[in-house]
């Protein structure tokens, strides 16, 4: 079964950092571009960053300078760094690739940032 599953979310205070982490399951990462989405409470689903399978990345304007997506191919995962994190921040963070042209999304973890 083809799947991604993020971990890594959690509560932290404004101005620290986490690391998110997406796992695939079913097919090999290092072959796929992939997404990090955010929704906070009331808004809609925004995009925050993105590998390409060479490996360029691209951020919200938001995020740049803060936060670093990466791709770690012996793990079959993909990562966001978060640094510098503020109450802003605070959303339900989700992975998304393409399988076969279909787009396929993790089920999200919390991310908190307290004042």
């Known amino acids: 079964q083809v799947q991604l599953v993020e971990s890594g979310g959690g509560l932290v205070q404004s101005g620290g950092s986490l690391t998110l982490s997406c796992e695939a399951s079913g097919l090999i990462f290092g072959r796929h571009f992939v997404s990090w989405y955010r929704q906070a409470p009331g808004d809609q689903r925004e995009w925050v960053a993105s590998i390409s399978a060479l490996d360029h990345t691209r951020y919200q304007d938001s995020v740049k300078g803060r936060f670093t997506i990466s791709r770690d191919s012996p793990k079959n995962t993909v990562n966001l760094q978060m640094n510098n994190l503020n109450p802003e921040d605070t959303a339900v963070y989700y992975c998304?690739?393409?399988?076969?042209?279909?787009?396929?999304w993790g089920p999200g973890t919390q991310v908190t940032v307290s004042p």
């Open positions: 998304k690739t393409f399988n076969h042209g279909d787009p396929l």
